[in-house]
């Protein structure tokens, strides 16, 4: 198995830079996802990974080899696009040795890698059928099986569950994560839903603007976001951001609860939230609102699980808490991730009792 | 965090071997792009670009046909050409037999698509009558037309009869009265540039995306509302293309005009091309022929330019 | 397509009478040919007989002698092998200049394929001059060769667009997946995306055969031979000597290349019209 590296790279279209000079490295078998906003960047990456796209700057080096310049038949990599890219006018089983005729397999061994790939995935009963005939799923597999059958050093997955409806994608992805921790093969992943990131990533890479803004674990990422942009991108619903002076304060909706029904101790802060609209989802209830000591303007939200009792009401001023340790801090300027100011948070200055 | 500090054995793993990379010149688009073209490109810089040169340097010069003699005279030749009445007669005559058989052609083609992109019985049938004016080669259309308008033989003689429009017995010898001649090769450019025109506009026609229709039915548009404010307009880049196709194509024809009239009654349906054809093949005056037929460039040009300027700006095509 | 107006009584009516008054005005000319073609002489040409009835028997002389006794054969054999190598060349060349001009150009190939386009709209009523002497330099004067090698540059011009509509139809990600499976650009365009492009291909090749029987001004110009004449240039030219005419085996030899002709593009149109509108898009 090999890994990916990106060295300063860059790619332009015209006067727009998609990819604005990304380094970037996998571990060896490692999961990694690209996270991010439509228009990011992270399908560029992808492809100049790939060698779909040539960099105008900087280079790729997958397994230790610089690639940079080589079209994608000299990379061993695999690809499964967002449709699956089935070959429509062939049968199941042509498109899984559609790589081996590719790469000059005698002919004898096809059907020993044939069978090896499609046992694999299960897709043994489906091999004379046609692409048309096959379900969402189904295709997902023969592409897997198609994509396996070169023995690639790297896969590459271009937002493969946007196609399949709701359903079917927790399947889908259950059985993704499943075949990658089978095979153990580096895996890039882009996808812009950052439940499917956090779900499938062994590290999440979150980009913006055609640059890094953080790589790190899903808890890494969830819990510390280096920025304000992954603070809001990643979590549904993002977390909340104040606006305090030179500073913002963000905390997740999670971890904004009521006080009558949490109660309050050491290290907590209280404070009043004015509730607008409540929502109740089912398993959870989203409390919007507004605190308006602190910022007025802002839209507030608590997530409240079912389970925890609490019968917030809209038009009603209730007192809410939160762990300090909870609390993050950002620049305002800039969104950067800062420390707490040494000023204390004027507003705040209400302990728990 | 910043993402430069997250990878530290950066330094240390890449082995930067140069890859062989002039393997895979052929997969550059680049390279693969231009090299893919080229064959077309040259072929045609060849056979059409060449020989417009040519054309232009002719009108220029004194060439006739079996001599290699080739002398540039400025615009003498064209001065020659402009001279002769039936020149000037050719130049009007091709104005106002395209103007008229290609309005008449919008029209027509307009209602003809509505009618074919409907379901009917004989659709099938009626689409195969429309397209046999088009796939019947040029001058054999015009035999049968010749056949038709014959002076004698013409079945419409004995509508008139029967119309009183001529005595019993009487023939209307269609071709040989000037305007019934200039008619009739009205009559047949319209009749042959139909089916392209009508084949466009359905192609623009099933290019409106339904929920705009749809839309416009909801919002409560009646049959007349929907097709002058809604379906027309964009239709208009489509209809546009039709004009410029048959334009090009009935401006720059020879071989109706060649065999139903052979440009007569004297002159009275010459056209530029036909004329052209006179002078520089039969005449034997190259340079003639040549200017005669420059004179449809600029027309042609101008109009191909005006068109396709008016369509990228009316259908954001 | 929401059928316009059938829905109410008035609307149907009107509909078949605009189809039968269409029907009437395209096929008139077709239908007076087919039906005199098979009258004797004697009843043609006595202008006492109603023409609208057949006063003698019907007769299939007209239409033998058109193939015994005239070159007519031999017309359509040439215009055969003209249209066929013609249609060689034009795929040989077309098909990778369309191909890239669907897939491998930027921003530069918007006006290229708008100037190879405008190259079908010159005429060749200006080029046949200067193409007569050229064709003569060549050798090539009074044989069907000049016309194989003249026709490509208006029947090139016409399958790109069409070609390129349909390139432009199939999915990129197909073509990009063969590159990730194995094969260069080349191999990818080769086993994936010609296969799929095939329906298309048939398309321009009926439309480009076609179109060189069509072409009536160079036959005229280049070639001088009866036995080297096409359909278009040999019928006029031979069929009609002098103020002789012979009506019956020129109508027959008119609607024997317009009917199967028809057939056959009707079978296309649709296919015709996918390609014209997919090449129309974007320039």
Request: hydrophobic residues 50%.
């Amino acid at each position: 198995m090999a890994t990916v590296q990106t060295r300063g790279l860059r790619k332009e279209f015209g006067q727009h830079a998609a990819v604005d000079g990304i380094d970037l490295e996998t571990e060896e078998g490692e999961y990694l996802v690209l996270l991010g906003p439509s228009g990011c960047g992270k399908t560029t990456l992808l492809r100049l990974i790939a060698g779909l796209e040539h960099p105008t700057a900087g280079d790729v080096i997958i397994g230790g080899e610089v690639v940079t310049g080589l079209p994608p038949r000299a990379r061993r990599i695999a690809m499964v696009f967002q449709s699956y890219a089935l070959y429509p006018h062939k049968t199941v089983r042509r498109n899984i040795t559609f790589p081996l005729a590719a790469a000059g397999v005698p002919r004898h061994e096809w059907p020993e890698k044939v069978a090896w790939a499609s046992d694999l995935l299960g897709i043994g009963p489906m091999l004379d059928r046609r692409p048309r005939q096959l379900s969402g799923g189904e295709r997902q597999r023969v592409a897997l099986a198609r994509a396996l059958v070169r023995e690639p050093q790297l896969f590459l997955f271009d937002e493969p569950l946007s196609n399949l409806d709701a359903k079917l994608r927790t399947l889908a992805r259950d059985e993704l994560k499943e075949f990658q921790r089978r095979m153990g093969i580096t895996t890039v992943y882009v996808t812009h839903d950052q439940v499917e990131a956090m779900g499938l990533g062994d590290r999440v890479a979150v980009l913006n603007q055609g640059r890094v803004q953080q790589i790190g674990t899903p808890e890494q990422v969830y819990d510390d976001p280096a920025n304000t942009f992954v603070a809001t991108f990643v979590g549904a619903p993002p977390m909340n951001l104040l606006t305090m002076r030179d500073t913002m304060v963000g905390f997740r909706p999670e971890n904004f609860l009521p006080e009558d029904s949490v109660g309050s101790r050491e290290g907590q802060l209280v404070c009043d939230f004015e509730i607008t609209r409540v929502e109740n989802l089912g398993s959870d209830r989203y409390v919007y609102g507004t605190v308006p000591d602190f910022d007025p303007e802002a839209k507030v939200i608590a997530k409240l699980p079912s389970t925890l009792p609490a019968s917030p009401r809209p038009d009603t001023r209730e007192r809410y808490v939160i762990e300090r340790a909870k609390l993050r801090f950002f620049g305002v300027e800039d969104g950067e991730r800062a420390s707490a100011p040494a000023s204390g948070l004027p507003g705040w200055s209400r302990e728990a009792r | 965090m910043s993402s430069a500090a997250a990878s530290t054995r950066r330094g240390r793993r890449a082995r930067a071997r140069p890859p062989r990379r002039r393997r895979y010149l052929l997969d550059r688009e680049r390279i693969l792009g231009p090299l893919l073209l080229l064959p077309a490109v040259l072929y045609l810089v060849a056979v059409v670009g060449y020989p417009l040169v040519l054309a232009i340097m002719y009108s220029f010069s004194d060439v006739v046909l079996g001599s290699p003699r080739f002398d540039f005279v400025g615009l003498q030749t064209f001065r020659r050409a402009i001279s002769e009445p039936t020149f000037v007669h050719a130049l009007e005559h091709s104005f106002l037999i395209t103007g008229i058989s290609q309005v008449l052609v919008i029209v027509l083609c307009t209602v003809l698509a509505f009618v074919l992109a409907a379901n009917f019985r004989g659709k099938w049938f009626l689409r195969f009558l429309v397209l046999m004016p088009w796939t019947t080669p040029i001058a054999l259309g015009a035999i049968i037309w010749l056949w038709m308008l014959d002076s004698i033989f013409t079945p419409f003689d004995w509508f008139a009869q029967k119309l009183h429009v001529v005595a019993p017995g009487g023939h209307l010898v269609l071709l040989g009265h000037e305007g019934t001649a200039l008619g009739s090769v009205i009559a047949v450019q319209t009749w042959r540039m139909l089916p392209l025109a009508t084949v466009i506009v359905l192609a623009g026609l099933s290019s409106i995306p339904r929920d705009i229709e749809e839309q416009a039915v909801v919002d409560g548009a009646g049959f007349w509302r929907r097709l002058f404010s809604v379906q027309l307009p964009l239709l208009a880049p489509v209809i546009l293309v039709a004009v410029l196709f048959g334009v090009v194509f009935t401006f720059t024809d020879m071989a109706v005009v060649f065999i139903l009239t052979g440009g007569g009654p004297g002159d009275a349906t010459q056209v530029l091309p036909s004329w052209a054809f006179y002078k520089g093949i039969n005449g034997g005056n190259l340079s003639v022929g040549a200017a005669d037929a420059m004179f449809m460039f600029p027309v042609l040009l101008g109009l191909s330019v005006l068109v396709l300027r008016l369509a990228s700006r009316v259908g954001g095509d | 397509m929401a059928v316009r107006g059938a829905s109410t009584v008035r609307g149907r009516v009107t509909l078949y009478v605009l189809a039968f008054c269409f029907a009437v005005f395209c096929g008139f000319p077709f239908l007076w040919a087919g039906f005199t073609m098979f009258r004797q002489d004697s009843d043609l040409y006595n202008t006492q007989h109603d023409p609208f009835e057949y006063s003698k028997p019907a007769t299939l002389s007209h239409v033998t002698d058109l193939f015994s006794n005239t070159p007519y054969l031999h017309f359509i054999l040439n215009s055969v092998v003209i249209g066929l190598a013609t249609v060689g060349i034009t795929l040989v060349l077309g098909v990778p200049a369309a191909y890239a001009l669907a897939r491998l150009t930027g921003r530069w190939g918007v006006p290229m394929a708008i100037a190879i386009f405008a190259v079908y709209l010159v005429p060749p009523t200006l080029l046949f001059l200067p193409m007569s002497r050229l064709i003569v330099t060549l050798g090539l004067q009074d044989s069907i060769w000049s016309l194989v090698v003249v026709y490509p540059g208006f029947t090139i011009p016409l399958s790109v667009w069409l070609l390129v509509g349909f390139f432009r139809s199939v999915p990129r990600d197909v073509e990009e997946q063969a590159q990730v499976d194995g094969y260069s650009r080349v191999g990818a365009v080769v086993h994936t995306v010609l296969p799929l492009v095939v329906p298309g291909i048939f398309t321009v090749i009926v439309f480009t055969f076609t179109l060189t029987m069509q072409d009536f001004i160079y036959a005229l110009a280049f070639i001088s031979s009866s036995s080297h004449m096409t359909i278009s240039v040999g019928v006029p030219t031979n069929l009609i000597k002098g103020d002789v005419l012979y009506w019956q085996s020129l109508m027959a030899s008119a609607v024997i290349v317009a009917v199967p002709v028809a057939l056959v593009y009707n079978l296309f149109l649709n296919r015709f019209i996918q390609g014209f509108t997919l090449g129309a898009v974007k320039g």
